[in-house]
């Protein structure tokens, strides 16, 4: 028997890079699985269809996550497809938008990203934890960047990261006598879109090599530890924040 079937999981920002390898992770693990995606419909029917095409179950919902009534509508898809109960949350959702010093940022492009960052996993955790039993997990996603404060342009990214730790622990003290986990993945340098968009090739050749495994790591790497927070072999790991950087970085 597959270690999640039956279980139904929401991947808030499921359909692209880490998101989408999250999404299949769990769907092969037996998770039906509702991949949610915001402006790019073709990312959450590629997702499905890889989905699909593996032999799992799975739908693609749009939706803005920093707006609660987008939230909203992708709970109550998830429960008109695969029932009331929800037993996995994964909040991939977020972003870095643009690297942005002190002096070139408005308070406009601060609020944006605790919105998309913080906000964000607020909104669906309080969402899907009334649809959650005994034995459901939770797993954030902050980042590196919210250990060590960023790289160049990247404060406000790497404050909401933090804080997203932060929340992490708060709401595994508030659930765990509830018996729903909470945890956090911390991931460094992978390779994504992300890092195509933000980073230039030589920093990310200088931090490869500056990592004791000397690469940049894969985004099915980040879905398996995501898959391992999710499932019952972690029962009793909650409040952590796990890092993933191929030893750049202990904490």
């Not at 964000?120 to 997990?137: C, E, W």
């Not at 018996?179 to 340098?189: A, E, F, L, T």
């Amino acid at each position: 028997m597959k270690t999640l079937e039956g279980k139904v999981a929401i991947v808030a920002g499921g359909a692209r890079d880490i998101g989408r390898a999250v999404s299949e992770k769990l769907a092969a693990e037996g998770a039906r699985v509702v991949v949610n995606y915001f402006s790019n419909p073709e990312y959450g029917e590629e997702t499905v269809a890889a989905i699909e095409a593996a032999g799992g179950t799975a739908m693609a919902v749009a939706g803005d996550m920093t707006s609660k009534s987008d939230v909203d509508n992708l709970v109550s898809k998830t429960r008109e497809a695969f029932g009331d109960s929800i037993d996995v949350l994964v909040n991939v959702v977020g972003g870095l938008v643009a690297r942005k010093s002190l002096a070139e940022m408005d308070d406009e492009f601060f609020d944006r990203l605790m919105r998309l960052n913080v906000t964000s996993t607020f909104l669906t955790t309080q969402a899907v934890v009334p649809h959650m039993k005994s034995g459901a997990s939770i797993v954030n996603f902050a980042s590196q960047a919210g250990r060590d404060g960023g790289g160049p342009g990247a404060s406000a990214y790497a404050t909401s990261k933090g804080a997203v730790m932060t929340f992490t622990r708060a709401m595994a003290k508030e659930l765990g006598p509830s018996n729903i986990r909470v945890n956090c993945v911390c991931p460094g340098m992978i390779s994504t879109t992300f890092h195509d968009v933000f980073t230039k090739d030589e920093v990310r050749g200088n931090v490869a090599a500056a990592t004791p495994l000397r690469r940049e790591g894969a985004a099915t790497e980040v879905a398996d530890l995501v898959f391992y927070l999710a499932s019952s072999g972690s029962s009793f790991v909650t409040g952590a924040s796990i890092d993933i950087n191929g030893g750049l970085l202990f904490s």
